[in-house]
Every structure is written in structure tokens, then in C-alpha cells.
């Protein structure tokens, strides 16, 4: 964010822990009063596409990878698996 009133700027480290990707986010908030920091850490499971499939069949759900997905880096779609007309292949 880049206002008159208001400044937002953040950035992050990331590193790989076997099955788990941990990000370390650093955000700096800057007003008329002053500038203010904070942190934030996220970790997020790492899974095969046929991990996630079987899970989304575990859940009941027909689930697919579409390649071209969110900013390029595919995404997962899970469809109850009694439903036919979706159209998710």
C-alpha cells in the first residue's frame, strides 16, 4: 500500500522442514504518527498431487489438479463426488 497516510511494507523468508514449508513474514506500517513493526510465522504442509487427491476422495470429494491455476502454479479443486454436473474432470 502506497497512500499519502498510510505506507505497508512486508517481505519474508521461507525454508523447507521435510514435509513442512515455514515462512518468517516482517511487516513495517508506516503513518504520520510513526512506523511500526510486526512478525508473523506460517507453516504450511507440503504434499504430493496424489496425496492431495486421495485426501480429497477420503473426504468424499472427486478432487483435481487444473495446471493452469492460480498464478500459474495449478490448483486443487474438490467437487462432492455425488454431484455429476459440475464439470470438473
Known amino acids: 500500500m502506497d497512500r499519502s497516510d498510510l505506507k505497508l511494507a512486508w ?3 521461507g525454508e523447507k522442514l521435510d ?3 515455514r515462512f ?3 511487516y513495517m506500517v508506516g503513518t504520520p504518527d510513526g512506523v511500526s513493526q510486526f ?22 470429494l472427486k478432487g483435481t489438479h487444473i495446471e493452469d491455476g492460480l498464478w500459474k502454479h495449478g490448483a ?9 454436473s459440475v464439470g470438473v474432470a
Open 19 to 21: 514435509q513442512t514449508a
Open 24 to 26: 518468517h513474514v516482517q
Open 11 to 13: 517481505m519474508y523468508v
Open 39 to 60: 512478525s508473523e510465522m506460517y507453516e504450511v504442509g507440503l504434499f504430493t498431487r496424489a496425496q492431495y487427491v486421495e485426501a480429497f476422495q477420503r473426504a468424499g
Open 76 to 84: 486443487y479443486i474438490g467437487v462432492d463426488a455425488s454431484i455429476h
